[in-house]
DNA sequence: CTTATGCATAATTATATAGTTATGCAAATT
DNA sequence: AATTTGCATAACTATATAATTATGCATAAG
């Protein structure tokens, strides 16, 4: 079992001792004499009845087990501090907080549930939601500004140093108003969507190139008329008011297409395919508030999924 | 800072005491008196300087600081274990062990160094590298007899549970030998490869569906003459003596591309990039050893990206 | 061959610890 | 109103702790 008797001064102590590769060295920046560095040595090897080290006369070097113990000493004292930290955080701001960036795909369809679960599992973090374009998104994540972005797997180049967690997969969707002009036919011309204003993702947008590939494979190529837009609220406004074409990812209009103020254009769009999820800082282990988040957001997501298996059904 | 006074006790304590919410349960469980307990919890408080429990007389409950720290002192704690949990490993096994699921694509190209790299860092730790259909591979991380896998990003629907690391992306190739008759041209018709013997990857591979898609996308349909393989060293043999072609993840075979024993067809492969790199399960946080082992894998990825990048230039 | 280095050990001391039993006290239960 | 429940506090005690100084000892360096 684990020792009780082990306390954080033992595991400093080893911390620094591995880290400098000496007991005198380690007892000067830990201010505390030489022997006491040894006696603390010797105590943590006795609570773990292990030895931790190998004692030269040129200093001291990590045995096997030493070298083992060293990365969960590591973590283990990391976990504390961070936790000492964030006491001091909620009593600064009230609470602790959670800055997410969120993408237009789950903005409006698992997230809303998600954080409202997370809320309810701990109530007293400050989720901060940030929107934008992926690109900002990411390099925020990368920075550590953001602590968690959900929605699209983005390019290759923009994922060093970034985590990705599998939620479900989408298409990209064309929907327009329900009663447009296109949908008089029941299989009508695809490429006649160049005879309207056409709602498309901007180049910053991480669908982008999905959408441009897909209009090539459908021999649409360039589209005359197009407005490029980032926001949802925008483009479903005008698309129900107008008779423009929205091309847009699934997620973004599930609900309402599902309510019946858009309908989808019948267009194969399965090479649009790709992945939602979440995407983290790969250093930095996720910080157990994140992680509370993280599984909120999964459950919502599976919870999403198959809800949206059973109405197809 | 961090009071070194804390001790696993406290910790330990103070987790039973928070999840009984009660005292008296909690005590009784620790196997010890009731004011021990309370006593325990007042010293973690004084610590910390911070009210964990608010006091009723019907239990205790968690104040807004004890929420948070629960968490980091669960960290804590289990890092420690799991750390002398460890050491007794290396005791019995004479070391630690990796088990690790090594797809075709990266098997020959940034496995190697990684592998060697790792091996520099932390000789005593067993690696055993495991290799086979993707989809058993997947299905053994999922249960935990792999800790971690490395090729191709599987299929959305094989990844849930687990989480991927993106390290790099690669097109899949087409390849022959030197001299192969089909390069005589300088713009071959690729449509003429149904005339040859072709290796394909078979159903289970990652990367089959995206190379059905390449074929239909070139016109080229169903192969008459075909041998699915995921042997990547009969692959090869077979590729070098005979007119055969291989279809086969560029990574597979990029060094023998490099060293002139195979030649790459000039076909548009570019909607065959896919992404390349880790997963992992998404519970069970990675143990410090696997972790260094990603870090290493990492690290090798960057430097053969961008090796490969200058022997571009 | 001497000196310096680096760690271990011993002796010592004030303080902290980790429990114990006994008791108190307020709210909830009967 | 009496009792039970659940926690806090106090007083006490045997150990354990966390340092210290002084000293020893083997190796490496000069």
């Known amino acids: 079992m684990l020792d009780q008797r082990i306390k954080f001064r033992h595991l400093t102590c080893f911390l620094e001792v591995a880290r400098q590769r000496s007991v005198v060295k380690a007892a ?17 090897e006795e609570h ?24 969960y000493a590591g973590a283990s004292v990391t976990a504390l501090r961070q936790g000492v930290d964030s006491i001091s955080q909620v009593r600064m701001q009230g609470g602790l907080s959670i800055n997410l960036g969120v ?28 929107a934008g374009p992926n690109v900002m998104l990411m390099g925020q994540l990368r920075v550590g500004e ?18 990705f967690i599998h939620l479900y997969s989408e298409h990209i969707s064309l929907v327009a108003r329900p009663g447009h002009p296109l949908m008089a036919d029941k299989n009508p011309d695809i490429t006649r969507i160049r005879e309207f204003t056409v709602l498309v993702p901007p180049k910053q947008a991480i669908i982008h190139p999905t959408v441009d590939k ?30 423009a ?13 599902a309510e019946g103020h858009l309908v989808e254009l019948p267009i194969d769009t399965s090479d649009t395919f790709g992945p ?4 983290t800082r790969i250093d930095s282990p996720v910080s157990p508030p994140v992680e509370m988040l993280i599984n909120a957001v999964r459950e919502e997501a599976a919870r999403h999924h198959s809800s949206q298996a059973e109405s197809k059904a």
Chains 1, 2 share one sequence.
């Open 28 to 44: 000067d920046t830990l201010s505390i004499t030489q022997p006491a560095v040894s006696k603390t040595i010797r105590e943590l």
């Open 48 to 71: 773990l009845d292990a030895r931790l080290f190998d004692r030269s006369k040129r200093g001291v070097t990590l045995t096997d087990f030493g070298k083992v113990f060293l990365r």
């Open 103 to 130: 993408l237009p795909t789950v903005a409006a369809s698992v997230m809303p549930n998600a954080i409202r679960h997370f809320k309810t599992l701990s109530p007293d973090t400050t989720v901060k939601v940030v």
């Open 146 to 163: 953001l602590d968690l972005v959900v929605g699209r797997l983005a390019e290759p180049d923009q994922m060093s140093g970034l985590s």
């Open 214 to 243: 897909m209009l090539i494979a459908h021999g649409i190529g360039a589209l005359p008329d197009r407005i490029e837009t980032v926001s949802t609220s925008f483009g479903r406004a005008f698309t129900r008011e107008t008779d």
């Open 245 to 257: 074409i929205w091309i847009i990812s699934n997620g973004a209009v599930a609900s309402d297409i």
């Open 276 to 279: 939602v999820g979440l995407t």
